[in-house]
């Protein structure tokens, strides 16, 4: 069906054939040819995302895309010969120790990338631009609700992506991390503004006196098991200002609650596992947003796992194929972003695995 959309579009349609020229031909003096390589281009990677597909449909078992790319995912989403779980028990999900290290040792790539999680994919730096721009829009409205004299705590800062965000906005910003690595990274980034201070420390047990306005945790929650989570979120209550909120991102699963063991531990959580977990903590307001900035990235990630997985003969840590995957996902959208993910809902493939979620918890009314 892609396909013949293009088709049409390229070749068929008269007034997008005039207005495409002017686009195209702007650097390109044979538009008529540069427009047939776009779509050439275009069709063949749309191709290689339906065959991928099918290969998960054609397993009939809507687990298959998932095994695949629990696979493919090598040290990320599975350590030694252990694939991620499904976990339906109580017992420990994380070894904090594990978490501790992995953030303490760049992985290949830099502090800054281990923090957005985009090392390990040789995806363009704009990819990671383009997730915070659109995390950014999505809260906006919850980032703009903070007045700008308020306190904000960033727990699990990582690099001080959002840190240094927060000490641009609002009057005084407090970072607190645990990993070395991370640390001295975030210090850096903030080093000039008078307004932020990092803190070394866990964030379940060195929390910074006081009460704050704002408390971020950007991706924290994933490397907690539940019982620190709701613990962490009780003494977190307790610090939160009259009228302010609790705002965290998580990456996130369709259903139930996947672990990634070994040398890279974190516990994947469906939305609703979230909201029990609030509810231990105490009665709050809840606001749910899904985040396209962070499920688009991942989108990338997943596909370039599967191209190491089956076109093994290319290079594996291409930045030139990392490049073009996320071009070309971008150059798609909103069909590789929005449509493809969508028709694989409805045949019940999860894809991307992973999704994320911004959620806002504030004092019930
Ligand atoms: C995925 S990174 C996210 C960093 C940052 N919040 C962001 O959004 O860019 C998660 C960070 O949480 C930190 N972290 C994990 N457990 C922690 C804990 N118990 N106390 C403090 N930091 C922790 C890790 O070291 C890592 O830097």
Known sequence: MFYAVCWLLFNHDKSYQAVLPRFLSVR??????????VFYVITVYASGLTLTSMAGYCGADSNRISAIINLENGKKYMAGDQPMNH??????????????????????????????????????ASAARYRLHKEIRT?????????????????????????????????????IEQSSLMLKAARE??????????????GRHDLPEGSFDMIFLGGLCMY?????????????????AEGGAIILRESTVHQGVSLSQGEYQ?????????????DGAGSFRVEVRRNYGYTNLVTAEELVNLRREWLPFLPKDSTK????????????????????????????????????????LSFEE
């Open 321 to 360: 194929l990392g490049s073009l995957t996320w071009w070309m996902l971008r150059g798609t959208a909103p069909i590789s972003f929005w449509a493809i993910p969508q028709i694989l809902s409805q045949l019940s493939i999860p894809w991307p695995r992973l999704q994320n979620h911004f959620f806002r």
């Open 266 to 278: 974190a516990v994947y959580r469906n939305v609703n596992l979230y909201r029990q977990l609030f």
């Open 139 to 175: 809260i906006s409205d919850w980032l703009n609700a903070v007045n700008e004299s308020w306190r904000v705590l960033d727990v699990g800062c990582g690099a001080g992506t959002w840190t240094e965000i927060f000490a641009k906005r609002y009057k005084t910003v407090i970072g």
């Open 189 to 202: 980034r903030v080093a000039s503004l008078p307004n932020v201070e990092i803190l070394e420390g866990d």
């Open 87 to 124: 976990h339906d028990s109580n017992e420990s999900q994380i070894d904090d120790g594990a978490v501790k290290r992995y953030f303490d040792g760049a992985r290949g790539g830099t502090a800054a990338t281990v923090s957005m999680m985009t090392h390990e994919f040789n995806l363009p």
């Open 224 to 240: 907690l098991n539940d019982h620190d989570v709701i613990e962490l979120l009780r003494s977190l209550k307790n610090r939160l």
């Open 28 to 37: 390109c003096p044979n538009a008529q040819v540069f427009r047939k390589a």
